[in-house]
């Protein structure tokens, strides 16, 4: 009867174990890699093009951290940056209300973050299949922070 039960205890530990296996091989077939970010500025605007075919972005505000700096925050869930290698801390921009960007890998996704000193106007979209955030850098934007927006 021990044995019997034993037995089945075993079945069950490796049928766990051959989900959880399966879920990790589907998780990782599904990840986006973020293979670039560009930063281009002219005169009154700023644009940040994120390049991570396949992923999906998530655009929110964050408050005053550490710095005197405010946040857009661009996510890209479930993905790495190309090569598992972080890109140079900081690019300064300097134009305007939008201070630096930022690339950072979070645990289990990337973080850009575009740093400004007040919230500019901005847009989102897509172009050439990359994701871009267009900013109005000279002008704030009215009202309350934006919800996050996913696309």
Known sequence: MKSWILGKMRNVCLGVAALTAAGVI??????????????TKGAGWVRVSVNAPGGSYRVHE????????????????NSSIVGGLEPKNRVPVNEGLV???????MRGFVRIYVD?????KYQT???????????DAYHMRNGNPIAPQLR
């Open 26 to 39: 589907c998780a990782s077939a599904n990840a986006a890699v973020v293979q670039g970010v560009s930063v």
């Open 62 to 77: 964050l408050p005053v951290g550490t710095s005197a700096y405010r946040s857009i925050a661009i996510d890209v869930p």
């Open 99 to 105: 201070a630096q960007v930022r690339v950072k890998q």
């Open 116 to 120: 400004v000193v007040s919230f500019p």
């Open 125 to 135: 979209g897509h172009e050439g299949g990359h994701f871009v955030l267009g900013m």
